[in-house]
T-cell receptor
Framework: GAVVSQHPSRVICKSGTSVKIECRSL??????MFWYRQFPKQSLMLMAT?????????EQGVEKDKFLINHASLTLSTLTVTSAHPEDSSFYIC??????????FGSGTRLTVV | TQLLEQSPQFLSIQEGENLTVYCNSS?????LQWYRQEPGEGPVLLVT?????EVKKLKRLTFQFGDARKDSSLHITAAQPGDTGLYLC??????????FGTGTRLTIIP
């Protein structure tokens, strides 16, 4: 079946540094990928839509300069959290839609900023 | 603003009991999906419902799409500890973006 691979699964970084999270579609091409953020005990909130070969579309309230998205190929999207702060600590999840109705999700990245 | 309200938010029941989780909205949807998410993992698609009034069964799980396509329910029969997780309904508003409900965190006590 369609698989989305996300890496790393866990990362701890110091305040002020940047962290890159990768999202790959393993057996299908994804012109569009989605990035979500999830706080403890809460649902997933869409952050941005990643578009292959063009700029990402960000949801209202999401800082473009803090959450840099690059979708340089049909199988890879990256999310870079720049100048990370403790409040950026969260669970980040990517997804893609390999077929009409369904969405496949990565296994998530637990980011802890210390 | 969350457009999909799920209830209850939290539910803890004994193994073997039955339960129903609800997903409600004031909007009409062409389709609705249910996902289950376990800690530290991404959501996994359980089912997609498309037709108003549609009922789908997945082993002990029964999903129903409301006649007006504004709401949905998930009923679990004889709950098992393996059913523990976060249950999320989700819809696509026609622009490829998937919006999730507020979620129901289910705990089955052995």
């Amino acid at each position: 079946g369609a698989v989305v691979s996300q890496h790393p699964s866990r990362v701890i970084c110091k305040s002020g540094t940047s962290v890159k999270i990768e999202c790959r579609s393993l057996d299908f091409q994804a012109t569009t990928m989605f990035w979500y953020r999830q706080f403890p005990k809460q649902s997933l909130m869409l952050m941005a839509t990643s578009n292959e070969g063009s700029k990402a579309t960000y949801e209202q309230g999401v800082e473009k300069d803090k959450f840099l998205i690059n979708h340089a190929s049909l199988t890879l999207s990256t999310l870079t959290v720049t100048s990370a702060h403790p409040e950026d600590s969260s669970f980040y999840i990517c997804s893609a839609s390999p077929f009409d109705y369904g969405y496949t999700f990565g296994s998530g990245t637990r980011l802890t900023v210390v | 603003t969350q457009l999909l309200e799920q209830s209850p938010q939290f539910l803890s029941i004994q193994e073997g009991e039955n339960l129903t989780v609800y997903c409600n909205s004031s909007s009409v949807f062409s389709s609705l999906q249910w996902y289950r998410q376990e800690p530290g993992e991404g959501p996994v698609l359980l089912v997609t419902v498309v037709t108003g009034g549609e009922v789908k069964k997945l082993k002990r799980l029964t999903f129903q799409f409301g006649d007006a396509r504004k709401d949905s329910s998930l009923h679990i029969t004889a709950a098992q500890p393996g059913d523990t997780g976060l249950y999320l309904c989700a819809v696509n508003f026609g622009n490829e973006k998937l919006t999730f409900g507020t979620g129901t965190r289910l705990t089955i006590i052995p």
